[in-house]
């Protein structure tokens, strides 16, 4: 992965955004119609925009992990080409918004990133009985996919369902080197992920799923 690069891209979009202010200002635009499942702690547009932040330059941390977990579970012929479409999806932006510069324009494509992690953890869980990468972004993009809303984030989930099915189908996780990380090595993953909280808690935002006190 190309983690010097993702970086340099997060630190260009965080100066952009000291400049222009305009994910703040979309946050304040947004903040009304938040879901009141989403629960924020303290003031609600720094808390957001704190969020968003480290939801954005969480993204060059999450691939190079990911990279090292796939190599651990001896999957990185399969599952490298699928992070280096998240890595594309955050280099070499998708057509967007007029409105969306700087951190905002990389809150679309991080968002992708994250979906598309987390896709590829759904397909081992199916096939593995355990997460490969035990984090947990599912609030984080649930909250990120309201933000963007439905339409968009709609059309960014059947981007990534499009890469995820096209080049890492089921057979990929019968392979023997993967049964046999299974068997051998199910903790190598599991103490490389453990860095990485639920990251919406973390943030001071939450989700008050329904039948929850």
């Given at each position: 992965?190309?983690?010097?690069?993702?970086?340099?891209?997060?630190?260009?979009a965080?100066?952009?955004?000291?400049?222009?202010?305009?994910?703040?200002?979309?946050?304040?635009?947004?903040?009304?119609?938040?879901?009141?499942?989403?629960?924020?702690?303290?003031?609600?547009?720094?808390?957001?925009?704190?969020?968003?932040r480290?939801?954005?330059?969480?993204?060059?941390?999450?691939?190079?992990?990911?990279?090292?977990?796939?190599?651990?579970?001896?999957?990185?012929?399969?599952?490298?080409?699928?992070?280096?479409?998240?890595?594309?999806?955050?280099?070499?932006?998708?057509?967007?918004?007029?409105?969306?510069?700087?951190?905002?324009?990389?809150?679309?494509?991080?968002?992708?990133?994250?979906?598309?992690?987390?896709?590829?953890?759904?397909?081992?869980?199916?096939?593995?009985?355990?997460?490969?990468?035990?984090?947990?972004?599912?609030?984080?993009?649930?909250?990120?996919?309201?933000l963007?809303?439905?339409?968009?984030?709609?059309?960014?989930?059947?981007?990534?369902?499009?890469?995820?099915?096209?080049?890492?189908?089921?057979?990929?996780?019968?392979?023997?080197?993967?049964?046999?990380?299974?068997?051998?090595?199910?903790?190598?993953?599991?103490?490389?992920?453990?860095?990485?909280?639920?990251?919406s808690?973390?943030?001071?935002?939450?989700?008050?799923?329904?039948?929850?006190?």
């Amino acid at each position: 992965m190309n983690t010097r690069a993702l970086k340099r891209q997060v630190e260009l979009a965080i100066n952009q955004e000291a400049e222009q202010q305009g994910l703040r200002a979309w946050l304040t635009e947004r903040l009304p119609d938040l879901h009141p499942a989403i629960r924020l702690e303290d003031d609600g547009i720094d808390t957001l925009f704190a969020f968003v932040r480290a939801y954005v330059e969480q993204v060059p941390e999450v691939l190079h992990a990911a990279a090292e977990v796939a190599a651990a579970a001896r999957m990185r012929e399969r599952l490298l080409p699928v992070l280096k479409v998240a890595e594309a999806f955050f280099l070499q932006p998708r057509d967007l918004p007029a409105e969306h510069q700087g951190l905002l324009a990389l809150l679309d494509e991080a968002y992708l990133a994250h979906r598309l992690v987390e896709e590829v953890n759904d397909c081992y869980l199916a096939h593995g009985g355990e997460a490969l990468i035990p984090m947990d972004t599912t609030r984080a993009n649930l909250i990120v996919h309201q933000l963007l809303g439905d339409d968009f984030a709609n059309q960014l989930d059947a981007a990534v369902e499009t890469a995820v099915g096209g080049l890492l189908p089921q057979e990929a996780f019968s392979s023997d080197n993967f049964q046999a990380y299974l068997a051998q090595q199910r903790e190598v993953g599991r103490e490389l992920w453990q860095q990485w909280p639920c990251m919406s808690e973390e943030l001071g935002i939450d989700i008050a799923w329904r039948g929850a006190a």
